[in-house]
């Protein structure tokens, strides 16, 4: 499971800054959305959470101080302040506690609270398989994933209808000109394979890789027209499921 950590944003611009920026609405936070390059290409995913006169980022740990960076070199003019916050993270599924929010993803995923004490013992893996929920450094990939191939749309994390932000355009013309020829599917495998091993036709050629696995299932990205009988990754037999 990823460690996550906060960033706060505050000042009259806040709201507008961040618009301008991220693929979900932030007038309907809390929100899950991402910021991508200009081309289109998965930079970092995050969750966005009003909080008192400002919002809270809650990022992966290891994408923070990269999102630091860029989100203060957008910044420019704009009266925004963007700082760390302490408070932890907490998720779980069982009871939440007073102040948690529902995870936006998806119900199978919770609740998210900060400062609010410690994750529960929820199998994360299990549930990211079930629902077919990527995860950042994982099956996210940043300057390689589109976020529509990665399931966005279905999670919730994109707004089709909320107007410009870094990598509209190319999102967009995803979304309405072309059809989606790769993506993330649920595999079986008959044994565990390491994360991000290739998969393989019958024949030999490349048919996408395998990533988070649980249960003899797992999460794939795939080349759709090349799913067929007879794959496998490094030798284990691989089905769609």
């Known amino acids: 499971m ?3 950590r906060l960033l706060r944003l505050t000042g009259p611009d ?3 800054f961040l618009q301008g920026l991220v693929t979900n609405d932030v007038r309907r936070a809390p929100i899950y959305t991402a910021l991508l390059t200009p081309q289109g290409k998965y930079l970092a995913d995050f969750f966005v959470i009003p909080d008192g006169d400002g919002y809270l980022l809650d990022v992966p740990a290891e994408q923070a101080d990269d999102l630091l960076r860029r989100l203060s ?3 420019l003019r704009a009266k925004v302040e963007i700082d760390e916050d302490p408070r932890a993270v907490a998720r779980g599924t069982g009871p939440a506690p007073a102040g948690a929010i529902a995870d936006p993803r998806d119900p199978a995923l919770g609740w998210r609270g900060y400062g609010l004490g410690t994750d529960d013992a929820t199998d994360w893996d ?5 629902h077919l929920i990527p995860e950042a450094g994982v099956e996210l990939i940043p300057n390689d994933s589109f976020i529509l191939e990665m399931g966005f749309e279905r999670l919730h994390g994109v707004d089709f209808r909320k107007g410009c932000y870094v990598g509209q355009e190319v999102t967009a013309r995803m979304k309405h000109k ?3 020829k790769k993506g993330l599917a649920r595999v079986a495998l008959d044994a565990p394979v390491p994360p991000g091993t290739p998969i393989l036709t019958a024949d030999g050629r490349e048919a996408g890789a395998v990533f988070t696995q649980s249960g003899g299932r797992g999460i794939a990205y ?11 990754a490094a030798g284990v037999p691989v089905r769609p499921a």
Do not use: C, S
């Open 178 to 180: 072309t059809e989606l």
């Open 73 to 75: 070199m957008y910044r």
């Open 14 to 16: 806040a709201a507008e």
């Open 222 to 232: 795939l080349r759709f027209d090349r799913v067929a009988e007879g794959m496998h």
């Open 126 to 130: 299990a549930i990211r398989v079930a």
């Open 2 to 4: 990823t460690a996550r």
